[in-house]
């Protein structure tokens, strides 16, 4: 079965979240509207001197003011306090409540003629709140008389209704279910990223820890800032505002964390200097909501100048500063980038758009495109996931490719090497009696006639033939360098390093480099490379969990050292007394043969190898080398 492309999935995902999106919409269109409409507002100010509800509804008709369109009370005169709303509000039933679409404002009083029906001493929260004010039926018909005493923003926006309990609640759960569909969808999201995680190695699936928390961060805001979830959740505004918040201070910081993780890995000073900024900043927030909690909310002014007007400002700056960065990576050719540009692009746009307007409007504007932003960007998240994890998969099944084709050049070299030191073996026992033999014929020939000499001489012939075969298989046994040549100490490790590094990842290692520039050394490239990934390769073959590899190069003297060192098994005192012995080997289908040529590679190149472990400690494998050339100045 052939899997879909990223771009398809993504797509896929996207006209499934419209797919459920549309029928809430035409669900609401069916019902209709339930309810009767309270039309005609009008304000008035308090003096100096507070109002009671009996002299706020004494005052002359020419006192009051009709409220302008938007819902919103002009700004406060000098000297005012309060201010008041009143409309006309019918005669209602038992088991009625009156729905108030959006209001601004804190300290809120609702009277229903004289009689108090609501009073909320907590700021609204920002953009406004959505009311349902139950209503016994028995204040009969009037004004419905709103105070509101605590801000510089006060009114109402869209319709205010009364109506059957059950039909104004469903009617607003059903006009914003599709915010807790998605909030709910991307908190599923982020659960099962994070089971999978458990999985993988955090440095394998690079950046996947902060996408989680970026994706779960946006399925909490997106509850919490429903308007439906205070409807439901009587008394709990409290609880909605610090969840919000908390998501927000977690989401900054970790989307930050996952646009360095995916773009930067290499790092970059001043983001790490921004990012390390919002950490700082987010934290500070934090406790100044654990202050305000323990102080009963007494520090909310202050708390909301920090988590609402100076972080707003920190996000739009975030906002410009990653859409910057993604534009610049992706002006390289970078798909991931393009992918995430596209679809980041379309979240700062909305994003900052609706911020500007919030400010604007002096906070009175209702976020609300921001979730539809949220939902295409997510898509282009999840289009740059596959892309990742279709590189990895390429750059991994490159890598084994490189790895079985190398590991069968080291076979055969191998092979070449058993068969050399079977063939050096044979030719120094053979070569003795040869020359004993070579020796009586000369002086046998001293004492012989002339045609026995020339038998003789035949013989020797042949004895002297024999000895250039034997001397041929001497050479072909002694590790000869084929090119030889200045290497790059550093290049020639890194190289190895990558080649093995998909073969630690298997083992559950990892690969550490520390190298000294400018290290020069002479020899074979090809010869090398064998040595040092034999080396390597006996150190990953003994990491257990969470194995590293540490590879050290450094100028000593006239000579280089070059350390791997493990935190593997260990070996024994008696065991290293043996490594390099043919057929040797502490594994149970090893040959010993590997080390023996590593031994002899380096011994060819006038260097030396030195083995140092202890049981359950690890191993350090020090080879020192003669420096070629100079060493570069830093």
């Known amino acids: 079965m052939k899997l879909l492309s990223p771009k398809r999935t993504a797509a896929l995902l996207f006209l499934l979240l419209l797919a459920a999106a549309v029928p809430f919409g035409t669900a609401v269109e069916w019902d209709g509207y339930p309810g009767t409409v309270l039309q005609g507002y009008e304000y008035v100010w308090e003096g100096p001197e507070s109002l009671t509800p009996f002299e706020a509804a004494g005052l002359p008709a020419e006192r009051w003011s009709p409220l302008e369109a938007e819902g919103h009370v002009p700004e406060e005169p000098p000297e005012a306090g309060a201010v008041w709303l009143r409309v006309p509000l019918p005669a209602t039933p038992a088991q009625s409540v009156l729905s108030l679409e959006r209001i601004y404002g804190s300290d809120l009083q609702v009277y229903r003629n004289q009689t108090l029906i609501y009073e909320s001493l907590e700021p609204v929260r ?128 970790s989307f930050t964390l996952y646009f360095e993780k995916m773009f930067y890995p290499e790092g970059q000073r001043w983001l790490r200097l921004f990012r390390n900024i919002q950490i700082a900043y987010s934290l500070a927030c934090l406790g100044l909501m654990v202050a305000n909690s323990l102080l009963s909310f007494r520090m ?49 746009v909305i994003t900052l758009g609706e911020l500007l307007a919030y400010y604007l409007s002096s906070g009175s504007y209702q976020l609300y495109w921001w979730k539809w932003g949220i939902v295409v960007f997510i898509v282009a998240l999840i289009v740059v996931l596959g892309q990742k994890f279709a590189e990895n998969y390429k750059r991994t099944l490159s890598y084994s490719k490189e790895l079985e084709k190398l590991g069968n050049e080291l076979q055969r070299s191998e092979k070449m090497e058993m068969i050399s030191e079977l063939a050096a073996s044979v030719a120094h026992e053979v070569r003795n009696p040869l020359q004993v033999t070579r020796g009586f014929l000369q002086i046998l020939g001293e004492r012989s006639g002339q045609k026995e000499k020339e038998y003789l001489q035949m013989a020797l012939q042949e004895l002297d033939r024999a000895s250039v075969i034997i001397t041929d298989f001497l050479t072909f046994a002694k590790p000869v360098v084929e090119t030889v040549d200045g290497l790059d100490v550093e290049a020639e490790l890194r190289h190895v390093a990558g080649i093995m590094v998909p073969l630690a990842h298997l083992q559950g290692g990892s690969i550490e480099l520390h190298l000294q520039s400018g290290l020069q050394v002479l020899g074979s490239s090809s010869k090398f490379k064998q040595a040092f990934i034999n080396l390597i390769k006996n150190s990953i073959e003994s990491l257990q969990e969470n194995g590293v590899i540490r590879i050290t190069a450094w100028k000593s003297g006239q000579h280089i050292i070059i350390s791997i060192k493990d935190n593997g098994e260990g070996m024994k005192v008696s065991e290293l007394a043996r490594l390099g012995e043919p057929f040797y080997s502490n594994k149970s289908k090893g040959t010993g043969l590997g080390l023996m040529v590593t031994f002899r590679i380096i011994e060819a190149m006038d260097g030396t190898v030195q083995f140092q472990s202890a049981k359950g400690k690890g191993t350090e494998v020090i080879v020192k080398l003669p420096l070629y050339g100079n060493i570069e100045k830093d």
């Open 126 to 253: 920002s953009g406004g709140s959505k009311l349902l004010i139950p209503l016994t039926g028995a204040e009969g018909e009037g004004m419905l008389y709103l105070r509101s005493s605590g801000g510089h923003i006060f009114g109402v926006d869209g319709d205010s209704r009364v109506g059957a309990y059950n039909q104004l609640l469903g009617y607003h759960i059903k006009r914003d279910l599709v915010d807790l569909i998605i909030g709910a969808a991307l908190i599923f999201m982020a659960v099962v990223l994070l089971l999978g995680l458990m999985f993988l190695r955090l440095d394998f699936f690079a950046g996947g820890f902060w996408l989680m928390l970026v994706v779960l961060s946006l399925g909490v805001m997106l509850i919490a800032y429903s308007p439906v979830l205070p409807l439901v959740m009587h008394g709990g505004d409290r609880w909605i505002e610090v969840a919000f918040d908390l998501a927000l201070y977690t989401l900054l910081p």
């Open 300 to 348: 909310d002014h202050l708390y909301r100048l920090f988590s609402v007007g100076i972080l707003g400002v920190v996000m739009m700056g975030q906002l410009v500063v990653l859409l910057l960065l993604a534009l610049s990576r992706a002006r390289r050719h970078n798909r991931s980038a393009i992918y995430f540009t596209a679809g980041f692009g379309v979240f700062a």
